[in-house]
């Protein structure tokens, strides 16, 4: 029997083998413990929900660790889980995560969230309802309400929390909050952070031929919180992110990658406000498209953070997608990469300026050959295997319990950060907002404005248009109930 296929209750095994007894140990049971809590001599069981794509690799990661078994797989589409079905043959198998939640909830100590952006809030609170520790894929959630309920619920379960922004844990933006720190580029005021994504259709109409439901997938269980609608060609498993109901566009699937970095280098928290430009779509040379339940094909948002004890005022955030790129810094040679081509940040302060790519990778301060002639003081504490140490350091902090283990991207940065990301697409939004006016014509009240935001009542208080949007109406046996 190969590693992959050793039995994946560890538990019950751990229990029954070792011989640890003999030499006076006692091992206590979970229901001992309590709901969320270890035996310090125990292994990790996760049960993962959404286990294709980016999930299996989740759930692969955990297993490496060395200290997590996997134990439940939930997928609604057996395509998809298919590998993960293959590789873990002991770990029972569940379409739909509530009947696993009914079922298995004492077999199990945390949850890996690796589905489609709409569907996550509702899945994680209920498994921290139930005590368990979870690590939930980037962004948190779909909406702003939802980011917020689930940062409240971890502090009330005391569980251990992580978002897979893997760069959190990388070496290199703790390198640039130590060069920040030692006073190299002085005052940030000012960060841009650019994607070249989307690389998914944006900008379109929404098909109006439906199609058939391939056999292996449940579209009512995939549909989850959403509102009913007839299944489309494409959609799944990947070009869900470029429409509302679901994804959260190219600030969902890379804004906690990139804009991490200006989180823990500045401590930013909630933004005040934030305004938008978006390229627009032309059906023909003509006419303008109207594609509202699409996300544009590129935008440029500017977000205004208040003065924290790391700055000494406002800093503004831009965020730039769809190829849009800033101008590149004058300190930077013309063959030299901005960012790492396609995606990065970049640092303006008062007195210099420092760069990275994707997860914070390769930072740089500029010019350039300063970065290999600094050295400083490390005051932000690296972690064991950086960003691929992710996935190890969660498992390790939920082993270690509550209050003891450490973890990079805490739902109590997470939220906030999440929280970021859907303000900004509030503003993008917002611009498609339109108003009849006579003859058959149209304005768009939302374009060219700031909208203000009021932290504390989670509203935008001078255009209540976008409002609807920060909490959504979920579909009928859906709740989300802290």
């Not at 589905?115 to 962004?139: E, S």
């Not at 893997?166 to 006073?183: C, N, P, V």
């Not at 978006?278 to 339940?293: A, I, L, M, N, T």
């Not at 003081?377 to 390790?396: I, L, N, T």
């Amino acid at each position: 029997m190969n590693k992959e296929q050793q039995p994946q209750n560890s538990r019950r095994s751990f229990i029954k083998n070792a011989g640890l007894a003999a030499a006076g140990f006692f091992i206590v049971p979970r229901h001992v413990l309590g709901r969320g809590f270890l035996a310090p001599s125990d292994r990790l069981v996760v049960a993962g929900i959404g286990v294709g794509g980016k999930g299996e690799s989740d759930i692969n990661s955990f297993f490496k660790s060395g200290k997590a078994d996997i134990g439940y797989l939930v997928d609604v589409d057996d395509r998809r889980a298919a590998t993960s079905v293959k590789r873990f043959p002991k770990a029972k198998y569940y379409k739909d995560w509530r009947e696993l939640f009914d079922k298995e909830s004492k077999s199990f100590d945390a949850v890996s969230v690796s589905t489609p952006d709409h569907n996550h809030a509702v899945q994680t609170l209920a498994a921290m309802q139930l005590g368990k520790h979870v690590y939930v894929q980037k962004p948190l959630t779909h909406d702003i309400y939802e980011a917020r309920v689930l940062t409240e619920a971890a502090k009330r379960y005391k569980v251990i929390t992580q978002m897979g922004n893997q760069g959190a844990s990388g070496d290199g933006t703790r390198l640039m909050k130590d060069w920040f720190e030692a006073g190299l580029i002085g005052d940030v005021h000012t960060i841009y952070s650019w994607t070249d994504r989307p690389v998914w259709p944006q900008g379109i109409e929404w098909p109006k031929a439906k199609a058939d439901v391939p056999k292996e997938l449940d579209w009512d269980l995939w549909l989850g919180t959403a509102p009913y609608r007839d299944y489309i060609d494409k959609l799944v498993p990947f070009n869900w992110r470029g429409w509302w109901e679901y994804g959260t566009g190219a600030l969902g699937d890379m804004g906690c990658h990139m804009l991490e970095p200006a989180f823990r280098v500045l401590d930013l928290r909630y933004a005040k406000d934030v305004q938008a430009s978006v390229g627009s779509v032309y059906v023909d040379e003509f006419k303008r498209g109207y594609f509202p339940e699409s996300f544009p094909p590129s935008s440029h948002v500017t977000l205004t953070f208040p003065k924290t004890a790391k700055t000494k005022g406002e800093v503004k955030v831009h965020w730039m997608d769809g190829g849009i790129q800033p101008e590149r810094p004058e300190e930077l040679g013309p063959n030299e990469v901005f960012g790492d081509g396609g995606n990065g940040t970049l640092f303006i302060g008062t007195k210099g300026k420092m760069m990275c790519g994707t997860y914070g990778q390769n930072p740089q301060l500029l010019p350039t050959s300063k970065t290999k002639e600094t050295k400083v003081k490390q005051v932000d504490p690296r972690v064991a295997g950086g960003a691929e140490g992710h996935y190890a350091q969660w498992v390790e902090a939920c082993i270690a319990g509550h209050g003891k283990g450490q973890v990079s991207s805490p739902f109590e940065v997470a939220g906030p950060l999440t929280e970021l990301l859907l303000m900004a697409n509030l503003a993008i939004r917002a611009h498609d907002i339109r108003k009849p006016l006579e003859n058959n014509r149209f304005s768009f009240p939302g374009r060219g404005l700031k909208l203000v935001w009021d932290n504390a009542q989670m509203k935008v208080t001078n255009f209540d248009d976008v409002n609807q949007w920060v909490k959504r109406e979920y579909r009928q046996g859906y709740s989300l109930k802290a």
